[in-house]
């Protein structure tokens, strides 16, 4: 908590601030990024990457069609910040919304003739219904990107005359690396984008045939430069020149990325496209004077993807409600990492003293 006023600080620093001119290619922006232990880790960018990611816009999307773009994406969210990058150097311009509100999206899209815009879940479900209800077509939109469930999808190609990008990327690849309409093959991640080359590998980063499951490994010019002061976690992730997203993924006889879990040691829950690592969750949980264990799992949700669910092991005596337990959570850390779904039981099962997670997703992952 700060006592002061920034200007405050600055007046007692009277020295003059040099602003600094990093290189194309040095360290220019820090974006965090997952973490095995609930840490973010710091994925330092240049310009190179950011512009890389801009032209991956512009050549996919196609530089007309990004001339508008709203802006719902959160901008700490690198899929957010790449695209008002790339509108800008395309040319383009962003309209910006202070929090997300369904019928002043359509209003905006409509008013100002925008092209585009990203959609987590519920984003695009709620901007079909406000258009549905208003009686707009959406008439100038022409591409939504992101991650969405097929109904969705489906929606979109009936309702209005856009077209549903998707793709796999990370902050570590300042977004996209595979990007492709959805509908060329449904359930999949795309193909590599024009800069960026990827591919399956085993436990032995040898590449696997063509159809098997294995780490997704990604290469170009839109790979970050290191995690920010932590020299061993880069060279391990970018290891015999691949950067390794420790997400298992398989290739098709056409190119087109599947992606099938995160891998056993990145254990991440993602709802609305933003991370939620269970042991975060837990270490607050577990603060709680009336809750003895707990396991944090995610669950298949229509409206967020995935949610957060707190399986519960109550103190004798306690009377906690599921909302007490969520609002607990709420108070302590982000509000999005709060449980959506809570579920009291008498026993959590354990494996040599370790909680048996998987056995937790197999009893009550819905």
């Given at each position: 908590i700060l006592s002061t006023s920034f200007d405050q600080l600055l007046d007692k620093n009277p020295a003059p601030l040099t602003e600094p001119q990093p290189g194309v290619d040095e360290g220019w922006l820090i974006i965090p990024t997952a973490a095995v232990d609930g840490v973010p880790k710091g994925a330092l960018l240049s310009q190179r990457n950011v512009l890389a990611s801009a032209a991956v816009h512009l050549h996919h999307f196609r530089s007309d069609a990004i001339k508008g773009h709203l802006l719902a994406l959160p901008i700490f969210h690198v899929m957010g910040l790449t695209s008002a990058w790339a509108t800008f150097i395309g040319g383009g311009k962003n309209v910006v919304l202070k929090q997300f509100d369904d019928k002043e999206a359509v209003r905006l899209i409509d008013s100002e003739q925008l092209t585009y815009f990203g959609s987590f879940p519920?984003?695009?479900?709620?901007?079909?219904?406000?258009?549905?209800?208003?009686?707009?077509?959406?008439?100038?939109?022409?591409?939504?990107?992101?991650?969405e469930g097929p109904q969705n999808i489906k929606r979109l190609q009936e309702e209005t005359n856009a077209v549903f990008w998707t793709g796999f990327g990370q902050a570590e690849t300042t977004a996209f690396v595979t990007a492709s309409p959805a509908s060329e093959r449904l359930g999949a991640s795309g193909q590599s984008t024009l800069i960026n080359s990827v591919a399956i590998v085993n436990e032995l980063d040898e590449k696997v045939p063509t159809g098997e499951e294995g780490e997704i490994v990604v290469r170009g010019e839109n790979i970050f430069l290191e995690y920010w002061n932590m020299p061993e976690a880069t060279d391990y992730a970018q290891?015999?020149?691949?950067?390794?997203?420790?997400?298992?993924?398989?290739?098709?006889?056409?190119?087109?990325?599947?992606?099938?879990?995160?891998?056993?040691?990145?254990?991440?829950?993602?709802t609305s496209g933003e991370n939620v690592y269970p042991g975060e969750v837990e270490s607050v949980l577990r603060k709680h004077v009336e809750i003895k264990d707990c396991c944090v799992i995610g669950v298949t949700d229509k409206t967020w993807g995935e949610a957060v669910k707190a399986v519960c092991l109550l103190k004798k005596g306690s009377k906690l409600s599921e909302k007490e337990v969520s609002d607990y959570v709420g108070g302590q850390i982000a509000g999005f990492k709060k449980p959506r779904k809570v579920e009291f039981v008498k026993k959590l099962p354990r494996e040599n003293e370790e909680l048996d997670r998987e056995a937790v997703k197999a009893k009550w992952g819905e």
């Open positions: 519920p984003i695009l479900e709620r901007v079909l219904d406000s258009a549905k209800e208003t009686g707009s077509v959406l008439k100038s939109l022409q591409v939504v990107y992101g991650l290891r015999n020149s691949w950067h390794h997203t420790v997400d298992i993924g398989r290739l098709d006889d056409d190119g087109y990325l599947w992606y099938v879990k995160r891998k056993g040691e990145k254990e991440l829950i993602k």
